[in-house]
Structure formats: C-alpha cells, structure tokens
C-alpha cells in the first residue's frame, strides 16, 4: 500500500479521557450523538462501532470483531494508557495539532497525547473560548484591547487558532473588520444578556477572527458535520466565500475542518483561494466503509497541495486508530485508481501521498521540533 509507512501529522485533534468507560461512557464517544438512547440502545451499531471492532479489537490481542463486552472487557484488562499507547502507535502520527478549547479538563493535553508515543504536540487555541474566559473581568469599552492582548499572549505558544462561529451564529459572516466602537456596543450589549459565559454575537466573532488573522498564524473554522449543537445548514463552507475573499492575499492559511457532507464545495474553495487548506476530518471514521468515496469527492478539486490529514479523534484512542487507517486505505484507493489509467505513475502518488500526509500541514503552519 502506497501509504504503508507513510508518517502522518493530524492537524485537527483532541485529547483522550484517561479514566476507564463503562459501555455507556464509551459509546457516548464513538459518534456524535450524545449518548445512547432508548430507541437506537447501541452506538457499536454504526460504521464507527463496526470499525473499532475491525480495526482495534486485534490490536488489544482480540479476534476481529469481538464482541463490544469482550472489546470493553479487554479494554479495562489492560488499563487507558496502554491501550491508549497500543492505539496511538498504530496510527503512524508523528504530530497532534491539538484544540484544547473543548472540554480541556477531561481530556488530555497536547504534551500528555504526543506522551503516549514520543510524538510532538502543538495547541491550536479557540477563539471563542479565550473570549469568554476575559468576559468576567473585562468592562465593554476595554474588550477589544484585552482580547488583543489575551490571544497575543496565547500566541507565544500556540501555532494557530480556531472559530467555532458555525456553532454559534453560522457562517454567513460579514467579510468586514469590525471596529472598535462597534465592538465595545456588542460587547456591552453580549455581557448584560442573559448567557454572557457563552459568546453567540456576529460582530464579536468577527472581531476574533480578524484578530486572529494579524497575528498571521492559520485559522481553522468548524465546517459541516458535528453533534445536536450545529444547525448543518449554516455550516456549508460556501458561505465563508465573502471572508475567503477578504483575507486572500494576507499570507495566513485558512483551515476548512470536517466539510462532510459539503466535501465537494470544500474541494473548489481550495482551488479558487490559494490560503484554504481542507480535509475530512470526524467523517471517515463515521462513514467508514464510504471513506474511500469521501476523500475522492474533496480530492476532485482541492489542488493536492491543499489537502490535510486530520482526524478530529476526541475522548478515544480508538477513533485515532481507526481514523488512520481509513484514511491511509482511502487515499491509497485514489492515488491507485490514477496508477491504473495511466494518469500518474508511481513515484508522482507515492509524492502525492507524502504531501498529503504530512508535507502540507509542515509547509502551513510553523511547526517546531521542541
């Protein structure tokens, strides 16, 4: 297989929960759903659930296709870290690119995740959450400059940022830099409402995103797919055109993550704008045997200079795991497919292979080695 070997920097991850799961705590991890229910009583009935007992059940030393019991059984036999360390190792990951903004308390962090396998971690820093942390201490004349100086500072560690505007008020944002007066009358008016730990206003994401694009590091926004928290159809990165446009020319990537099921729109933003970078990030491991399908919609027109690995793994080792391989198998299915008709030879997928596996996230954000 052409990727056989092949090391993968994920650029979109979260950490791992380090404490043992019942049943219930693990399925409530393995898709986006927010826990098992009484009308559909086992997330293991799914692709990811097929796919860990696939995929991960033989590197915990059990036949292909246990049994979810005897997969969980097993799984506290050997105790979170080593599976986790048997999972991790698998994947082939020599770099976690890690958003710390989601529930950072239980999982864990990028130094502990790399950990696991001698790795390297590196932070993406979301923006909305560095806007609600100096909410409670900030007056609104003074939110612009305290948020300048809190990402600032956040910067001197962090290789990028993160908007999760289409969870809060979609992606249909007003390409304009808002200014200061106007931020300081959002703010006011955010901070005096009734949920002001939970920022949801237009014109104060927009403050963070362009905030965020003067310090020059890549910029991800959520796209598509996630949880019950997201309304899908304010989440087609096509709506992100007008600020695509305002940003072109800046020298600061902009990182479309996920994109199921708006793959193919994802593809032709990556080709039209030379700083959008995209992937598939969270779909694979849930579409798994479609995976291959996926990743040759996005690859039909996003140049492949353009296209990341990313898993979008959070809470389980296993969706790392099962992540990896998918991927490698997927894009192995379309770089021989070109083999077969004579489209590009070997050593061009074999090239292609490594760029997209790695080479593009190191060409796009400022990764170090320390």
Known sequence: MILDGVPLVDHHCHGIVRE???RPQFEALLTEAERPGP????????????????????L????RFAAPDDYLARRAELGADAVARRLLADTGITDYIVDTGFRPERVSSPAELAGY???????????????????????PPQFADAFRSALSVRAATAIGFKSVAAYRVGLDLDPGRPSDAEVAAAAANWL????????????????????AVDLGRPVQFHVGYGDAD???????????????????GLGVPVMLLHNYPFQRSAGYLAQVFDHVFVDVSLALHNVGTRADQVLAELLEL?????????SDAFGLAELYALHATLFRSALTAFLDDGIAREYWPVAEAERLATMIAAGNARRAYPLSRT
């Open 117 to 139: 396998t001698q790795a390297y971690g590196h932070e993406i820093v979301r923006l909305e959450a560095v806007a609600e942390q100096i909410a409670a201490t900030t007056e």
């Open 302 to 310: 996003a140049p492949f200079g353009s296209v990341l690995f990313a």
């Open 60 to 63: 915990l030393d059990l036949p």
């Open 192 to 211: 005096s409402g009734a949920n002001p730990t939970r920022l949801a206003d237009r014109t104060l994401i927009r403050f963070l995103i362009w905030t």
């Open 230 to 248: 997201v309304d899908l159809h304010r989440c087609d990165p096509l709506l992100l055109t007008p600020l695509l446009r305002a940003t072109t």
């Open 39 to 58: 009308l559909h009583p086992s997330l293991f009935d799914t692709q990811s659930g097929f796919g860990v007992r696939a995929i991960c059940a033989p």
């Open 20 to 22: 043992e799961l019942d």
